[in-house]
T-cell receptor
Framework: KAGVTQTPRYLIKTRGQQVTLSCSPI?????VSWYQQTPGQGLQFLFE???????NKGNFPGRFSGRQFSNSRSEMNVSTLELGDSALYLC????????????FGSGTRLTVV | SQQGEEDPQALSIQEGENATMNCSYK?????LQWYRQNSGRGLVHLIL?????REKHSGRLRVTLDTSKKSSSLLITASRAADTASYFC??????????FGAGTTVTVRA
């Protein structure tokens, strides 16, 4: 059974650029959540999607956005990148909104220079 | 903050010893989950314990939950070098998202 696939694994971008990260959940999982991990702030919740609808959003600026497609795959976008956006971005999938726990992907490490 | 707080921040033990880490939180939860992370990779789900449960086991892992004290503990028995990792507790406050603690870094010495 394939796990949660995140692409790309590593990304280097310049301040002011935008970036799109992709997440393919486990087959049959309909919920996708995104988390940001930094040394200073730890793990912080970004968004949650279920059935193509954003159900929850964390305390992040509007530069952070996302979406979920009909096949449950999800993308997140960060526009006008800032140095502070450098982080490990983790995608987590679950059958129904994490009620039985989440399966995380290996993450996308974004470096903004 | 609703985030769980873990204690200790770091733990160093000899192979074969037990490791215990604790997590405290501030408001009522739906469930509490423990995750492991190796060297900045993805998180691995270990155990989920619901608010009406007091103890759960999975292999060498034992998790307890005391809702009256708003605390949980994770015990790893007979530790191995492969258990070296960061361990996080994460709480679901009935809002379908996880609030993570800062984590406990466990080092198992051979």
């Amino acid at each position: 059974k394939a796990g949660v696939t995140q692409t790309p694994r590593y990304l280097i971008k310049t301040r002011g650029q935008q970036v799109t990260l992709s997440c393919s959940p486990i087959s049959g999982h309909r919920s996708v959540s995104w988390y940001q991990q930094t040394p200073g702030q730890g793990l912080q919740f970004l968004f949650e999607y279920f059935s193509e609808t954003q159900r929850n959003k964390g305390n992040f600026p509007g530069r952070f956005s996302g979406r979920q497609f009909s096949n449950s795959r999800s993308e997140m976008n960060v526009s006008t990148l800032e140095l502070g956006d450098s982080a490990l971005y983790l995608c987590a999938s679950s059958f129904y909104r994490g009620q039985d726990g989440y399966t995380f992907g290996s993450g996308t490490r974004l470096t903004v220079v | 903050s609703q985030q769980g707080e873990e204690d200790p921040q770091a733990l160093s033990i000899q192979e074969g010893e037990n490791a215990t880490m604790n997590c405290s939180y501030k408001t009522s939860i739906n469930n509490l989950q423990w995750y492991r992370q190796n060297s900045g990779r993805g998180l691995v789900h270990l155990i989920l314990i619901r608010s009406n449960e007091r103890e759960k086991h999975s292999g060498r892992l034992r998790v307890t939950l005391d809702t009256s004290k708003k605390s949980s503990s994770l015990l790893i028995t007979a530790s191995r070098a492969a258990d070296t990792a960061s361990y996080f507790c994460a709480t679901d406050f009935n809002d379908y998202k996880l609030s993570f603690g800062a984590g406990t870094t466990v080092t198992v010495r051979a």
